[in-house]
């Protein structure tokens, strides 16, 4: 799976959201990461927390199995992922 920016969000079919989450939960770490920047950009674009903590926990899955990209997300906003539980 390659990793997908946020911005590439929109361009995103609602089956491809399926196949991207049925990934995630089959414990792919990309679909994990990409699945977490995905609720994070809808977190911002919808203020809301609720989404921010789903895409935080996706992106925790991710982190404590290696992925660089979720590291470094934690990392630049000073967020110690070792603390999310999912």
């Known amino acids: 799976m390659k990793n997908v920016s946020m911005y590439e969000v929109e361009d995103w079919l609602p089956e491809d959201m399926k196949r991207l989450k049925r990934a995630a939960l089959a414990g792919d770490t990309d679909a994990e990461f990409n699945l977490g920047l ?24 991710a982190a404590k199995k290696g992925h660089a990209g979720a590291i470094n997300c934690f990392s630049s906003a000073g967020v110690n992922w070792h603390n999310f539980d999912y």
């Open 38 to 61: 995905i609720y994070g950009d809808l977190a911002n674009k919808m203020n809301d927390d609720n989404i921010t903590n789903i895409g935080a926990r996706w992106l925790a899955r």
